[in-house]
């Protein structure tokens, strides 16, 4: 008998673009409140100070914007969960990227609003299906846009761990795509039923090779909250630290993903 197909996880279209609006605001919010001190702390990103990173929050943004300027292919290549295996390997170039934005544009907090502007009236234009011709594939918008809550809580993580006392807000619906989408992403990389991960309330999924669990308690649990499993699936916080601050809890000779995370830088 043929394995059964896994199924893909569908998002609200609807609800995820106002999650980016609305995400995107939050950060352009907390922005407006820096100064030049604090546009030059260091962030947890290697080189980047608090300047680079705004600079990329908006780059990141923007490119959703100037996809839709561009023609539309006809179909969809990639998906979404195609982008999250595709981001370790950007990750030079994106930072290169982000440091000459960010000396490109003196004022971030006038890119991020002008971001923000650009982007809702590219989305109000266009209100239906469209496919954008991404470099690594074309991609469905409703796809990219998931994409996108990760990026913009995934840094506004980031903001808020470099400036002391900052406290950027995340959109719920943006935080639970976010999740969603790094949890599916591991359920790829390591497919199996032996082990479940758990993220209440956004997500469930099982993983790993090995016996498959059917009723009951699964042998192997492991079980977080949903800024713990965004840090630790893109390499902001270690296994071996989560598990020592309680941030994590792991049950059964299976359940430890050390070997697997991060799955994006």
């Known amino acids: 008998m043929p394995p059964a197909k896994k199924r893909v996880r ?12 609305t995400q995107l605001g939050h950060v352009r919010a907390g922005v407006r409140t820096l100064g030049p001190e604090q546009f030059a702390l260091p962030t947890r990103l290697g080189e980047w100070a608090v300047r680079d ?23 969809a290549e990639i998906t979404a969960l195609d ?5 370790t390997a950007d990750a030079s170039a994106i930072a290169d990227l982000a440091r000459v934005n960010a000396e490109r544009e003196p004022d971030p907090e006038a890119a991020l609003a002008a971001t923000a502007e650009r982007l809702a009236e590219r989305l109000a234009e266009n209100p239906g299906a469209r496919v954008l011709a991404w470099r690594k594939g074309a991609v469905t918008l409703a796809d990219f846009l998931v994409t996108r809550t990760v990026e913009l809580v995934v840094h506004t993580d980031d903001l808020n761990a470099a400036v002391p006392g900052l406290e950027v807000p995340y959109d719920r619906q943006a935080l639970a795509a976010c999740t969603r989408l790094l949890a599916d992403a591991l359920a790829a990389k390591a497919p199996g039923g032996s082990t479940e991960v758990r993220i209440p309330p956004y997500a469930v999924v099982q993983c790993v090779e090995g016996p498959r669990h059917t009723r009951g308690t699964p042998p192997n649990v492991v079980e977080t909250d949903p800024l713990t499993w965004i840090r630790l699936a893109t390499g902001r916080l270690a296994w071996k630290d989560a598990l020592d601050e309680a941030r994590v ?17």
Do not use: C, M, N
């Open 83 to 87: 982008w999250v295996s595709g981001t």
């Open 10 to 21: 569908t998002y609200d279209p609807v609800k995820i673009r106002a999650a980016v609006l």
């Open 249 to 265: 809890s792991a049950s059964g000779e299976r359940a430890d993903l050390s070997g697997l995370l991060p799955l994006t830088a």
């Open 53 to 75: 990173l705004v600079g990329h929050i908006a780059l990141s943004t923007d490119v959703v914007s100037r996809l839709l300027d561009q023609p539309a292919p006809f179909k």
